[in-house]
């Protein structure tokens, strides 16, 4: 298969200038440029045999149980997973140190690998919707806690997807169907890149793949096998999950004071969120076939970073200030040497 036929030159995760010339095309923060370069510069005590290399297959961000990895894993393709819940503070994508992991981890990519990322969907589904605020402006109600820390994983994933691009990974995106994660502005960027790079979009039932509860799902990305999914529930599954009784066990519905019908969370709605270790094997199986050929970007060959103008977002929810004065502070401490025509 092709897919197993390209292999990446010992390079290391160092960016090349063509991707650091793709990034800032794209509108990427030159931080992130500045990231790439500390986390190879960090390594270069190490002999050339323990460096970082562009090995891994799948990168499984919030991945829970990991299924997904150890699916890969059962393959023999080396796959790596990340859960604050599941690994500790350092997989925390909200702080300095877990987002640095997260984008080193994403450098790792190979050629047609798959970054996952089931993007905690709390503060964007319907049933929080009295809280987060987003049916009303899509931002949300940044005064609540869950919602700000939901734009932040927002924001840094999607920069993170446009570095899978840039390396030549795919990444695909994973949400409950009534998630408003695909209309944040982030997404919404990531969706119309400026390339030649298909973002495809499909709805689908998890029950379809052994899933416990009738709990509808979409994924979207630059995964060509996304269309494979089937947007129609099985009847039988359907018959079977209303046999069992199941759906009692993730919504409980409940008549308030006032007469009015009140929808929240059942005992085993965060159950709802692992993946069936048959769709797990399905997703392994359909990206192994179809990621002989890695995303295309093209950059225009007279593009000028000092001429590009501004970047469409500013990347403020990306909170990327405590990630620029660590690298300040290691810049003064002679431990890093950002590239000189390159703003810190």
């Not at 605020?133 to 820390?149: K, M, N, P």
């Not at 993170?160 to 990974?169: D, S, Y």
């Not at 019908?261 to 997703?283: H, I, N």
């Amino acid at each position: 298969m092709p897919f197993f036929k390209t292999m990446p030159s010992r390079r290391g995760i160092k960016l090349s200038a063509r991707e650091c010339c793709m990034l800032l095309w794209l509108g990427l923060p030159p931080l992130l440029i500045h990231v790439a370069d500390y986390v190879h510069e960090c390594q270069g005590s190490l002999p050339e045999e323990q460096r970082w290399q562009r090995d891994l297959w799948l990168l499984e961000m919030f991945s829970g149980e990991a299924e997904l990895t150890s699916s890969f894993r059962r393959q023999k393709l080396k796959s790596q997973w990340y859960d604050v819940a599941y690994r500790g503070p350092d997989n925390d994508f909200t702080s300095t140190t877990g987002f640095l992991i997260a984008i080193r981890d994403t450098l790792r990519l190979r050629p047609g690998a798959l970054l996952w990322g089931g993007i905690p969907c709390c503060s964007y589904i319907w049933m929080s919707s009295s809280l987060h605020g987003r049916y009303g402006a899509i931002l949300g109600d940044t005064r609540q806690q869950f919602v700000e820390i939901g734009n932040v994983c927002c924001a840094r994933f999607a920069m993170l997807a446009a570095l899978a691009l840039v390396i030549g990974a795919h990444y695909c995106i994973e949400q409950p169907s009534s998630s408003q994660l695909v209309f944040m502005p982030y997404m919404q960027w990531l969706w119309f890149l400026k390339s030649k790079t298909e973002t495809l979009f499909q709805r689908f039932w998890m029950a379809n793949y052994d899933g416990w509860c009738m709990k509808p799902s979409w994924l979207c990305g630059s995964t060509p096998w996304i269309v494979n999914l089937t947007s129609k529930l099985d009847p039988q599954k359907k018959l079977a999950i209303k046999e069992k009784g199941t759906g009692a066990d993730m919504v409980k519905k409940t008549i308030s004071k006032s007469g009015r019908k009140v929808v929240s969370g059942g005992p085993k709605l965060s159950q709802s969120a692992a993946y069936p270790r048959k769709f797990a094997e399905w997703v392994t199986e359909q990206h192994v076939a179809c990621a002989g050929d890695p995303p295309k970007l093209e950059v225009p060959h007279d593009f000028r970073y000092e001429t590009a103008g501004p970047s469409p977002l500013r990347w403020e929810h990306a909170n990327l200030k405590p990630l620029r004065d660590m690298l300040l502070r290691a810049r003064d401490e002679g431990k890093f040497h950002p590239q000189p025509n390159l703003p810190l």
